[in-house]
């Protein structure tokens, strides 16, 4: 198990909060939490502690992984998108583009595709 492992001091992080740990373990974890899409609340590790992870955190842990990061910045952007009501997505297959509608004008039309769908679905 990579905890158990012995790691020189330059492999841990320590976060404002003083918790410290092991940054192979911070990067799997975030990555975790990446590809559930569950980024909007990420905490510290340790188990008492609660202290919210700012973005320039997570970042810093992947300045080597684009894809990662691409990854990071498409569901941060469509977890904070689909915190509004009016906002819908395109519903053709592969366009993926998020609309913000007006309940008083219920039309949407996708500004990549042309797809045209109702708010009030």
Request: hydrophobic share 30%; with cysteine.
């Amino acid at each position: 198990a990579r905890v158990l492992e012995e790691k020189p001091k330059k492999d841990f992080y320590k976060g404002k909060c003083k918790h410290g740990f092991c940054v192979d373990c911070l990067r799997e974890h975030y990555c975790v939490k990446i590809n559930d899409a569950n980024i909007l609340d990420l905490v510290c590790m340790h188990f008492e502690c609660g202290r919210k992870i700012k973005e320039a955190e997570i970042i810093s842990h992947f300045r080597d992984d684009k894809k990662t990061l691409a990854k990071y910045d498409k569901f941060k952007r469509n977890a904070l998108l689909a915190r509004n009501k009016n906002c819908r997505w395109c519903p053709k297959p592969g366009c993926e583009t998020p609309m913000i509608g007006n309940p008083r004008k219920p039309r949407l039309e996708c500004p990549e595709c042309k797809t045209v769908i109702c708010l009030q679905l």
